[in-house]
Structure formats: C-alpha cells, structure tokens
C-alpha cells in the first residue's frame, strides 16, 4: 500500500479544515449564534473564588450548602413576620 502524503499540512495539526474551503458555500443558509440564547437561557455557570473552592469538593456539596442558606434565610423571614 502507498503511504498519501499532505500536499500543504495545515499549520495547527487540530485545525483540519483546508484553506480552499469557503463556509458561504459550504453553510450557505448558516447563521452564526443562532442558538446562543437558547443556550445561554439554560446554562447558569458561577465562578468560585479559589478559598471557596477549596471548602466544595463538588457541586452537589455546593448546591447542598447553597439550599441550606435558603432555608436559613426563609426561617429569618418567618420570624421577622410573625
């Protein structure tokens, strides 16, 4: 079998999309963001100070934690009203 060799590699070995392709004619109808709302909608990331981070070995004891401030406060509330 004979081995195929590149003509012209592309500079980045990741990066594997020839420069003689024109995305207008590959994606004509291609919209770019058409579903970054959608995609922002559902997504809620939060960035933790490293010391913070440190306390949560994961984000199931960060969202037990954060449900536990949420009761707190509702208990603060209850008595500030009664």
Known sequence: MKKTSMVNPPADPEDDLRD????????PKGVRGKYVDQYR????LVLL????????PDEEAVNEA?????KLAEI???KKVA
């Open 20 to 27: 003689e392709y024109d995305l207008r004619e590959l994606l």
């Open 41 to 44: 909608a559902g997504t809620n």
């Open 49 to 56: 100070e490293p010391d913070v981070a440190e306390a949560f």
């Open 66 to 70: 954060l449900r536990l401030v949420m």
């Open 76 to 78: 603060q509330q209850r």
